[in-house]
């Protein structure tokens, strides 16, 4: 079965950058996309940015298109999630998941990492 593992949270100040990964285990790997997610305390789970396995598109929410890049690593089966220029309001556990296809919903999740954003 696909296991994810995020990693790359922490603390970090307003304004400020961070790089969460999340790593799928098995040979092979070639997900129709994968995406991350985030929750925050007494909210609901929302979309964040996702990526096509193959070919590369992206997608993101709007509150975070143009702070946030997420990238893949094919040959590492690594999803990335670059943030810049942090607010507050990111703060989250961010969750990454995969789709393995395209019919599918996002089935496989990671343990999450959690992203706190100080003011």
């Known amino acids: 079965q696909v296991h994810l593992v995020e990693s790359g949270g922490g603390l970090v100040q307003a304004g400020g950058s961070l790089r969460v990964s999340c790593a799928a285990s098995?040979?092979?790997?070639?997900?129709?996309?994968m995406g991350w997610f985030r929750q925050a305390p007494g909210k609901e789970r929302d979309f964040v940015a996702s990526?096509?396995?193959?070919?590369?598109?992206?997608d993101y929410a709007d509150s975070v298109k143009g702070r946030f890049t997420i990238s893949r690593d094919n040959a590492k089966n690594t999803v990335y999630l670059q943030m810049d220029s942090l607010k507050p309001e990111d703060t989250a556990v961010y969750y990454c998941a995969t789709r393995l296809r395209s019919f599918q919903k996002y089935d496989y999740w990671g343990q999450g990492t959690q992203v706190t954003v100080s003011s």
């Open positions: 098995g040979r092979s790997f070639r997900p129709y996309s």
């Open positions: 990526i096509i396995w193959s070919g590369g598109s992206t």
